[in-house]
């Protein structure tokens, strides 16, 4: 089996090859290659990604390139993990919409349209890239915004589903918490990528029984201090929300606290040059601890679950992923991405059935959702008025005079990389 990573220069690429080296029986991987043009990073993952599988024994053979086309040629499935503009693109993403009031963060808001502008139109180029070289392999994408890139894939017809750590991160924590195996407890998790809400906490699988009573009850405060939340929104909502929410459960908060503090671009990029310099040293043939401080707890694990049910070896039959809505929400359009519990297998993800939402969530989604349609046309036809609509539209805009404001300054701080602004 050979998989390519594209982005695989990143600093998160040594969780992601810890996660294959242990799980290699779930998925036996025989090549894998990194992909990226930043040649000096590339030689520093590669390096440390070839001492891990070597100390962890995984007999797999890992290559590094430049070259995209050669490098997903004859690969079975093709995971991006890209950031255009770099961690300089997220700095302005977080900091010019604080200038308006508005939450600065890369994948929700104002920022995270950024994002979506500057990423669909390279996304799509190397997914047609990976179909020319090879028609049949899976696109695992984890790029963000994950629910607008994969919309669009899924919308130029490629072979195509996104995924999110979030899900498996909650379940990691709720199993701790209520001191159970995780493999022992299905979500009822529900929404869009980045807005989502676990319903339920089910013991042994769907319709299991539903431990969420319990877990709010034992560990409710401790939850919503994690999620950075007033206790009082888990008590009313008697679900947990994800992280995400708190930009629009405490929006005005968040934007203060953001404005006092160095922006978590600034941490993040702070902390790539800390881990490269880790990487460069030869002795170590082991992901650092400080790399769990750069986010994506469990991606690796949810990666290769993922790729080995798409690939027909092995793999859990239900996971999280973001897919087609195809009337799983009926308030939302069949070609909605949706992240919602899914049987997956080498046809692709097959949404489980949702209970009717409350209000409260599917108007929310809704909301959102819509957003995403103008979003998307934005990204692909380009122009002023598509992207001053689509920040009309979010429920964190909602103002004239500020989507106004906002879509100045998009447009100001990413025509290096729009071509049409």
């Known amino acids: 089996m050979k ?56 007999p797999g053979l890992i290559t590094t390139t430049s070259d995209l086309d050669a490098g997903v040629a004859d690969a079975d499935a093709v995971l991006l993990q890209l950031r255009v503009g770099g961690q300089a693109a997220r700095q302005r993403d977080e900091t010019w919409p604080l200038e308006c009031g508005c939450v600065g963060q890369e994948t929700t808001g104002a920022g995270g349209l950024a994002k979506a502008l500057r990423t669909v139109p390279v996304v799509l180029d190397i997914a047609e890239r990976i179909r020319r070289a090879n028609p049949d392999a899976w696109i695992i994408d984890f790029t963000n915004p994950v629910g607008i890139v994969t919309r669009a894939l899924l919308q130029a017809g490629h072979k195509a589903v996104g995924l999110c750590n979030v899900a498996i991160h909650l379940q990691r924590t709720f199993a701790a918490l209520l001191g159970m195996a995780p493999g022992e407890l299905h979500l009822d998790h529900v929404g869009l990528n980045h ?17 969420m009573p319990r877990l709010l009850a034992e560990h409710g405060a401790g939850i919503a201090a994690d999620l950075r939340l007033p206790p009082p929104v888990l008590d009313r909502l008697g679900v947990v929300p994800s992280y995400y929410l708190k930009y629009y459960y405490a929006h005005d908060e968040v934007v203060r606290e953001m404005r006092e503090k160095p922006s978590r671009a600034a941490e993040v990029a702070t902390m790539e040059r800390e881990l490269l310099a880790l990487y460069a040293d030869p002795a170590l043939d082991e992901k650092p601890e400080l790399l769990a401080k750069r986010g994506g707890a469990f991606y690796s694990e949810a990666a290769v679950d993922l790729a080995a049910a798409l690939l027909g070896d092995g793999g859990s039959p239900v996971q999280v992923v973001n897919t087609l809505n195809n009337g799983t929400l009926p308030f939302l359009a069949d070609d909605a991405v949706i992240e919602v519990q899914a049987r997956v297998d080498r046809s692709g993800p097959v949404p489980l059935a949702v209970p009717r939402l409350d209000p409260l969530y599917a108007g929310l989604i809704a909301h959102v959702s819509a957003y995403e349609d103008l979003a998307l046309d934005a990204a692909l036809r380009g122009g002023r008025e598509r992207v001053a609509k689509a920040l009309l539209a979010h429920p964190l805009v909602g103002q004239f005079d500020l989507a106004e404001g906002l879509t100045d300054r998009l447009l100001a701080h990413n025509k290096e990389h729009l071509a049409w602004a």
Do not use: N
Request: aromatic residues 6%; without cysteine; hydrophobic residues 40%.
């Open 195 to 211: 807005l989502t809400w676990e319903l339920g906490v089910r013991r042994g699988g769907p319709g299991g029984e539903d431990l």
């Open 3 to 58: 998989l390519a990573v594209v982005g695989g220069g990143s600093t998160y690429t040594p969780e992601l090859i810890d996660g294959f080296a242990r799980l290699r029986d779930t998925l036996p991987i025989g090549e894998l290659v990194l992909i990226d043009p930043a040649a000096d990073r590339l030689e520093l993952v590669g390096g440390l990604a070839r001492r891990i599988f070597a100390r962890q024994g995984h």
